[in-house]
């Protein structure tokens, strides 16, 4: 006696989940497989439906729906992807006119380039008196900046580096005063484009003191 494989009744949408780790054919599109294995999984479910219980024209309209429907945010996903590299490319040559210019970091970190390092200070409001320590990467005291009065706003200061033996990068620490009072202030490292990248799909660029800085977290352009 003849026996038959029994088909499962599992919806082919289901199914069609199910089987979307399976490897695709060579040069086949996730849509296009996508579709044939659908495809496969109606017939096989026409065939093998219950005579006296067959599938109706509203499932049938209902699934192909469904089908119609995962093809097409298959394809938007895979335009989104196209665009979305596009947009790394063009950053990237927009990117490429900053190498060679300065930038501004919130950070406290000095570059030496050539025995020089320079930083940046922003104050709130004018000070009459500012300062800056610069500090070793061990925590000693290098060299002290008095800068004198200050305007609000960002004041740029260098610092002459070319005895600086401690090795590492230096940091610098900011005192500002305005009479008998204590200011807050906020520090900028200065650092100069090397090159430019991405990074999971987002510009970086590479410095000549550290390693990449996302354009996210540049303060100013030079």
Known sequence: MATTTPVTSKDPIAALADAGNTKKKTGQSDADASQDRFLKLLVAQLNNQDPMNPMDNAQMTSQLAQINTVSGLTQLNETVKTLGSQFSELQVMQGSSMIGRDILIQDNKLSITNGVAKGTIELPSNASKVSVEI????????????????????????????????????????????????MTTTAYSRDTVVSVGTNNGAMSLQTKGRAAVAYADIKAIL
């Open 135 to 182: 500090i070793s990467p061990g925590g000693k005291l290098v060299d002290t900046l008095n800068l004198g009065a200050k305007s609000a706003g960002r004041n740029d200061f260098t610092w002459d580096a070319s005895k600086y033996a401690a090795g590492g990068t230096p940091t610098f620490k900011v005192t500002a005063t305005q009479g008998n009072d204590a």
